[in-house]
């Protein structure tokens, strides 16, 4: 394969709400060890979205321009001297943070703790919304053949997924509930049903949400209400017949949502497990006492470690999550901005932008109308879970 006459067109993000498409030069091999790749599909993550509205996350802040996204999959165009697992027009799901390989937590098996995480579309470094991109080999992940480029662009999602599901180590029985039911909430439902578990609760304040919720892996909803934490939690546990067990044995936070978070610790059983994988505020007001007396586990959950790219192309290959259904539509490249807005609206699950070298004519699947009251209303609950 050949980038001559092909396009670099990159999505810039400039400073909050300023955006800007760029030509820039086709990266080059710097290692024997890395690959260079056509990006063919980016999807949107919440946190792509914070940044273009807000301009930092955590002390992540954006000084200069920088290209966003991170969820993406590609064909391998070229690859270094020393690369022997891929070759020249492998299609690849990209892992898009890169580790040293070298400090405590990569060599105990942690990379995703590494403090020199170089992390696409994380300040100060460039994402994947571009046309070519550079990658260690061992990053890049050769798809099936029965998965699609377009399932390949998902599977960063449902790494993160996998991840925060492997941190509530749930087994086969256990019931399971999920506060928010956005693409990574869905995901999470998706993978502890293939786990076992026999009920999945899914949570969100917005019905619709629910309601694809339960077509897609829920066994049970319940669509939250603006009452205390400690009502909607014993509302909940009725309603998903969890009384007997005093709780959920597992309840994740997919939402960063300080209501959510609250009413978790008083959803989940004693001796359950509590595993916080959405981000939003940095301090919160916290139902300690909840936590204590229940003696209840608690654990963060941070990207995706050793093993979790594989496993979410495996769930994919073998049919178990069909990550196609999160999919509302595919735009073209120049319509990015727009499409931006319309996951801003809160109005959709998933939506691919194709690579500035994809031919796709009109954004395939999608009204790209944005109504920019919802899109305000959402934009002011915040969250993302990578």
């Given amino acids: 394969m050949s ?45 792509d979205v914070h940044y273009w509205v807000h301009g930092a996350i955590g002390h992540f802040v954006v000084k200069d321009p920088m290209v966003l996204g991170h969820e993406s999959a590609g064909t391998v165009v070229s690859v270094g001297s020393a690369v022997t697992s891929l070759k020249a027009g492998d299609r690849v799901a990209l892992e898009p943070g890169y580790p040293c390989r070298r400090c405590s937590p990569c060599l105990s098996g942690h990379y995703n703790l590494c403090p020199d995480m170089r992390f696409a579309a994380t300040p100060p470094y460039d ?70 578990a026999s009920k999945v ?10 309601d694809f919720a339960k077509s897609f892996a829920a066994t049970h909803t319940y ?56 981000m939003g505020k940095d301090n919160i007001t916290f139902p300690i006492m909840a936590l204590c007396l229940k003696e209840v586990t608690a654990k963060g959950s941070f990207r995706y470690g050793s093993g979790d790219y594989k496993l979410a192309i495996e769930l994919v290959a073998s049919g178990k999550v069909d990550v196609k259904k999160l999919v509302n539509g595919v735009v073209p490249f120049k319509s990015a ?3 931006f807005k319309k996951v801003k609206e809160g ?9 500035p070298n994809e031919k796709v004519e009109a954004s395939e699947g999608l009204d790209t109308s944005v109504d920019e009251t919802k899109a305000a209303e959402n934009a002011k609950l915040g969250g993302a879970c990578c």
């Fill in 3 to 47: 980038t001559e006459g092909q396009s670099n067109l990159s999505f810039v993000l400039n400073k909050p709400n300023d955006v800007t498409f760029v030509e820039k030069p086709v990266p080059k091999i710097q290692s024997p060890h890395d690959v260079l790749v056509q990006v063919n599909y980016t999807g949107i993550c919440g946190s």
């Fill in 223 to 278: 669509l939250s209400q603006r009452v205390s934490p400690e009502e909607n939690a014993r509302n909940l546990i009725a309603a998903a017949d969890l009384t007997e067990n005093g709780g959920a044995d597992c309840v994740i936070d997919a939402s960063g949502a300080e209501p959510s978070i609250q009413a978790s610790l008083h959803i989940v059983r004693m001796g359950g497990t509590y595993v916080q994988g959405g």
């Fill in 347 to 355: 109005q959709v699950i998933k939506i691919l932008i194709a690579g």
């Fill in 201 to 210: 609760i899914a949570v969100d304040i917005v019905q619709s949400k629910l």
């Fill in 337 to 339: 901005e727009e499409a």
């Fill in 127 to 196: 994402g994947t919304l571009t046309g070519f991109w550079t990658a260690p080999s061992d990053f890049c992940y050769k798809l099936p053949q029965n998965v699609s480029l377009q399932e390949g662009a998902l599977i960063e999602p449902l790494a993160v997924a996998v991840h925060i599901t492997k941190q509530a180590n749930i087994t086969p029985g256990q019931s399971v509930v999920i506060m928010g039911a956005g693409p990574v909430g869905l995901l999470c439902g998706a993978v502890a049903r293939a786990y076992g």
